[in-house]
């Protein structure tokens, strides 16, 4: 089945550093989306990239549908302490059968920001 | 605030019993998704309604069940409950505009088994 390969699993950065996160995948995708997760909460969207080759910014993030739409990166640029959390990456394509969408999530990035 | 809805935030039962999840999706969203996350690890889809019928199956076992009502909210039924299903069980729920479809998680239910 589809996988979706997140990396790096986690990061240990300085404050006012910039992070970089990417999932790659065999299969090709219509959307990509990135989530971010607080301990114990839902996965809040970020950002949705809809087109190939696509570069959408949400404040300070920014992320890239990749050109060949099996790839993708999230950037977050001067990283404070709120940043920290669970960053997954998802792969959404039209389900074969059901006329529906399905999603492949990659196993996620883990932030820890030091202050 | 996703506009996805979970009741209850908590839950806290023993084995061998049975539960149900619920779950309102944003206003107009007609898919429903179930996931469950065990502590620090990914999201493991279990299933999926689309207006009311089931779409896709993932690794849900055969103790779990899920339904979609007509007024599109979703409950998922947990049974004959092991310790090992203990985790945090999400619901999202999108919408499909203009071509494109967007997923929006709901604030999740710890579930915890004793």
């Given amino acids: 089945g589809q996988q979706l390969n997140q990396s790096p699993q986690s990061m240990f950065i300085q404050e006012g550093e910039d992070v970089s996160m990417n999932c790659t995948s065999s299969s090709i995708f219509n959307t990509w989306l990135w989530y971010k997760q607080d301990p114990g909460e839902g996965p809040v969207l970020l950002i949705a990239l809809y087109k190939a080759g696509e570069l959408t910014s949400n404040g300070r993030l920014t992320a890239q549908f990749g050109i060949t739409r099996k790839d993708s990166f999230l950037n977050i640029s001067a990283s404070i302490p709120s940043d920290v959390g669970i960053y997954f990456c998802a792969g959404q394509l039209r389900a074969e059968n059901s006329g529906t969408y399905k999603y492949i999530f990659g196993t996620g990035t883990r932030l820890k920001v030091l202050a | 605030d996703s506009g996805v809805t979970q009741t209850p935030k908590h839950l806290i039962t023993a084995t ?88 929006y998680f709901g604030p999740g239910t710890r579930l915890t088994v004793l």
């Fill in chain 2, 16 to 103: 061998g019993q049975r539960v149900t999840l619920r779950c309102s999706p944003r206003s107009g969203d007609l898919s429903v998704y179930w996931y469950q996350q065990s502590l620090d690890q990914g999201l493991q889809f279990l299933i999926q309604y689309y207006n009311g019928e089931e779409r896709a199956k993932g690794n849900i076992l055969e103790r779990f069940s899920a339904q979609q009502f007509p007024d599109l909210h979703s409950e998922l039924n947990l049974s004959s409950l092991e310790l090992g299903d203990s985790a945090l069980y999400f619901c999202a729920s999108s919408v499909t505009s203009g071509g494109t479809d967007t997923q």
